[in-house]
């Protein structure tokens, strides 16, 4: 696993367990868990993860990652990023395609597809480490596990369907 990834799974938990209020703040907590990472590092992270800074019912503003925002088209090319750093394995059946990722880092996945706007794929649903693809009427599991592979930048990984 790249240092990247291990940081950007870090934020993601940081993220989720705490209230991370700036990049300052997080490049601190990062550091407590051993990772060094610059200010810039850790912006450019936060684009990648589509993290968004939300209001809390106290009225401070923390990082968040959303599971899906629908007015956010994710650009191909970070699309292309987010899969060639968190995607594994792809595998399809019929109309549906799983692909696996690090432990913990399922949603990520799922929202920067859900964002792509993808042809084929109608949603996801993600789990831990895995993120269920449904392929559309106008497609096949097959077809949409090959642009994914693709997008990954992996080999095949398997065809069940």
């Known amino acids: 696993m790249s240092l990247k990834t291990r940081r950007q ?12 209020a700036s990049q300052v703040q997080l490049v601190e907590l990062l550091s407590a868990d051993g990772i060094t990472a610059t200010q810039a590092t850790v912006s450019r992270d936060l684009d990648d993860l589509g993290a968004i800074k939300v209001r809390t019912s106290g009225g401070s503003s923390v990082y968040a990652l959303p599971a899906f925002a ?8 970070q699309l292309r990023r987010v899969m060639g750093e968190w995607v594994a394995e792809v595998v399809s059946s ?3 395609v799983i692909v696996r990722t690090p432990p913990g880092c399922a949603h990520v996945v799922a929202s920067a597809l ?45 065809d069940d369907g």
């Open 114 to 158: 859900d964002r792509s706007a993808l042809d084929g794929l109608i949603g996801t649903v993600a789990g831990d480490d895995t993120v269920m693809c449904i392929a559309g009427e106008s497609t096949t599991g097959s077809a949409l596990a090959e642009r994914l592979i693709e997008l990954a930048g992996i080999e095949g990984s398997g």
């Open 9 to 20: 799974q870090a934020i993601v938990r940081l993220i989720e367990q705490s209230d991370v």
């Open 94 to 96: 019929h109309n549906l």
């Open 70 to 77: 629908p007015d956010r088209v994710a650009p191909l090319d």
